[in-house]
């Protein structure tokens, strides 16, 4: 069993940033991927970042790309998502989720282990 727990949001300008924790208990992130979604009012939960283990290698959404980056920190086993520019449209409820497999896709279904969700909201 993984227990994901995010924080670190709130409210922020247009144009500003923010940094989301993922924290994992119950089972190291080591050999496994960590992901990014969210879901706004109304809309299908999306895929936002992805980092795998091995390597280290990171993949984003067209919509984020160049504006946010994914992060961990293996000691902390901790997963960071260090979001700039932020726009409008960007306001949702941030969710962290852990693929046990490593194979660290976009697909939600590939992710067996979600936090409880963090609200970013951007005002213009």
């Known amino acids: 069993q993984v227990q994901l727990v995010e924080s670190g949001g709130g409210l922020v300008q247009a144009g500003g940033s923010r940094r989301l924790s993922c924290a994992a208990s119950?089972?190291?992130?080591?050999?496994?991927?960590t992901g990014w979604f969210r879901q706004a009012p109304g809309k299908e939960r999306e895929f936002v970042a992805v980092i795998r283990w091995s390597p280290s290698v990171t993949y984003y959404a067209d919509s984020v790309k160049g504006r946010f980056t994914i992060s961990r920190d293996n000691a902390e086993n901790t997963v960071y998502l260090q979001m700039n520019s932020l726009k409008p449209e960007d306001t949702a409820v941030y969710y962290c989720?852990?693929?046990?497999?490593?194979?660290?896709?976009?697909?939600?279904?590939?992710?067996?282990?979600w936090g409880q969700g963090t609200q970013v909201t951007v005002s213009s």
């Open positions: 119950g089972r190291r992130l080591r050999n496994s991927s």
């Open positions: 989720a852990h693929d046990p497999s490593g194979l660290g896709t976009s697909e939600i279904g590939a992710y067996a282990y």
